[in-house]
C-alpha cells in the first residue's frame, strides 16, 4: 500500500507542536441510525471486546446492533442538549480553555485541540489536519486518568495505524495516565468540597468507576489497580474514614463477570441497610456523559430511592472547573517539557529571518 500524500510544503515553514486531547466519543444525533454507527465502530474494536471475531461478528451485527440501537438512543435522548452531546461539548469547552491556559503560561506557540476514539471529529482526521498545519510535535492526552488497554491502548492503536501510511511521521509524546497526579487528584477534591457546601454531606462517598471485564484484571491490566489509587488518594485528601466511602463498578455488559462491587446492586444494599443519603461521584470520566448523566444520576438514583433511600445526590464532573482545567494544563506542560511552545518578539523575528534565509538557500538550490 502506497504511502498517503503529504500536504504542501514550503522550505523553511516552522514546525509546531500540538496537544491533542481525546475523549471516547459520542453519536453525531440520538436517533437509531446514528447510535447504531456509533456503536458497530465501538463495539468492533478489539481492544473493547476481545471475543474471536467471526464470532462477535454475528453477535454484533445480528443481535445487538438491531435491538440495542433504539434502546441506546432513547437513553442519549433523556441528556442530550441544546448544543449536543454533553461529553462531545464539554470536551470541546476543555480543550478551548486548556489552549487559554497553556496561553497564560507563555505557551503561545502551541495548537490545542480535541479529537474522538470513535465518532466525530475523528482521531485520523484531527491527525491529518495537525499535519497540514505543519504540527512537527504532537502530544496524546486521553481525556481517561486511568490507564487501560479498553481505552487509552485502543487510543493508541489508532494513532499508530493511522501513522504507518504515513511518509514523514511526526515526534510523538503519549500520555498514558494521570490517575495519581497531585492536579487531578486536587480537582477531584474541590468538586467534591464544593457539592458538599452546596448540598450538605451525605452518610457515604460512593466512587463510581467505569467496569470492565475482570480477566483484564487478570490477564495484567493496570485499570484496577489504577482506580483504587485514586480513591484512597481522594479519599485521604478529603480525610476520610474507610467507612466514609466505597469504590464500585458499573456499566456491566454481557454474562461474564466485571470488576465488583457493582455499582447499582451496592447502592440498592446500602439503601435496603437504612442508609437514607449517599453522594456519588465518577473520578473515572473528566466529563459528563451517558454513563454519568443517565446510569448514574437517572438510573441508579432510582435503583436506590426505590430500595428504601431518600437522598441521592450526583455529584457532577469536572468538566470546565477551573482546578480542573489549571490541573490539566499542568499534566500537559510537564509532557511538553523541551518542545519549543513558547517565544518571545525577539525569538519570532529570529526564527521568521532564520525560515526567510532557509526559503531562499531551497529555492537557490532549485527547491520550493
Known amino acids: 500500500m502506497p504511502f498517503r500524500k503529504e500536504p504542501p510544503y514550503s522550505h523553511g515553514t516552522v514546525g509546531r507542536s500540538a496537544i491533542v486531547l481525546v475523549n ?17 465502530e465501538f463495539l468492533w474494536d478489539r481492544r473493547v471486546v476481545e471475543i474471536p471475531r467471526a ?5 454484533l451485527n445480528l443481535i445487538i446492533l438491531p435491538f440495542r440501537s433504539g434502546k441506546s438512543a432513547a437513553k442519549y435522548a433523556s441528556i442530550w442538549t441544546r448544543d449536543g452531546s454533553p461529553l462531545k461539548v464539554h470536551t470541546q469547552a476543555q480543550a478551548m480553555l486548556l489552549r487559554g491556559a497553556l496561553g ?18 475523528s482521531l485520523p482526521e484531527v491527525l491529518d489536519k495537525l499535519k497540514a498545519e505543519h504540527c ?10 486511568q490507564y487501560s488497554g479498553t481505552t487509552t491502548g485502543s487510543i493508541y492503536d489508532a494513532v499508530f495505524a493511522h501513522f504507518k501510511d504515513v511518509r514523514n511521521v511526526p515526534e510523538l509524546r503519549m500520555v498514558k495516565h494521570y490517575h495519581d497526579h497531585d492536579s487531578y487528584i486536587e480537582a477531584l477534591h474541590d468538586s467534591v468540597l464544593k457539592h458538599w457546601e452546596i448540598n450538605g454531606r451525605g452518610q457515604k462517598l460512593v466512587m463510581s ?21 485514586t480513591a484512597r488518594l481522594l479519599a485521604a485528601k478529603l480525610r476520610l474514614k474507610p ?17 465488583q462491587p457493582y455499582t447499582a446492586p451496592t447502592l440498592q444494599q446500602l439503601a435496603r441497610d437504612g442508609l437514607k443519603r449517599v453522594d456519588v461521584i465518577c473520578p473515572g ?30 455529584i457532577e464532573c469536572l ?8 490541573g490539566l494544563a499542568e499534566i500537559a506542560e510537564q509532557h511538553l517539557i523541551g518542545w519549543p511552545t513558547m517565544m518571545t518578539a525577539a525569538q519570532r523575528e529570529a526564527e521568521k529571518k532564520e525560515a526567510e534565509v532557509g526559503r531562499e538557500r531551497a529555492v537557490a538550490l532549485g527547491g520550493r
Request: charged residues 25%; glycine residues 6%.
Open 209 to 229: 468507576f467505569h467496569g470492565v471485564p475482570k480477566r483484564t484484571l487478570l490477564l495484567g491490566d493496570p485499570y484496577h489497580c489504577e482506580c483504587h489509587k
Open 55 to 59: 464470532l462477535w461478528w454475528f453477535v
Open 319 to 326: 468538566n470546565e472547573e477551573p482546578s480542573w482545567i489549571a
Open 104 to 121: 497564560e503560561r507563555g505557551h503561545d506557540a502551541l495548537r490545542v485541540t480535541m479529537a474522538m476514539r470513535y465518532g466525530s471529529p
Open 243 to 259: 467507612d466514609d466511602y466505597v469504590v464500585t463498578f458499573q456499566s456491566r455488559f454481557g454474562k461474564a463477570e466485571w470488576l
Open 136 to 145: 512537527e510535535r504532537i502530544v496524546i492526552l486521553p481525556a481517561y486518568p
Open 285 to 314: 470520566f473528566t466529563s459528563d456523559c451517558l454513563e454519568t448523566l443517565e446510569e448514574i444520576a437517572m438510573e441508579v438514583k432510582h435503583d436506590f430511592l426505590q430500595a428504601g433511600g431518600k437522598e441521592f445526590h450526583y
Open 24 to 40: 471516547l466519543g459520542t453519536p453525531d444525533a440520538p436517533t437509531r441510525s446514528a447510535v447504531r454507527r456509533y456503536l458497530k
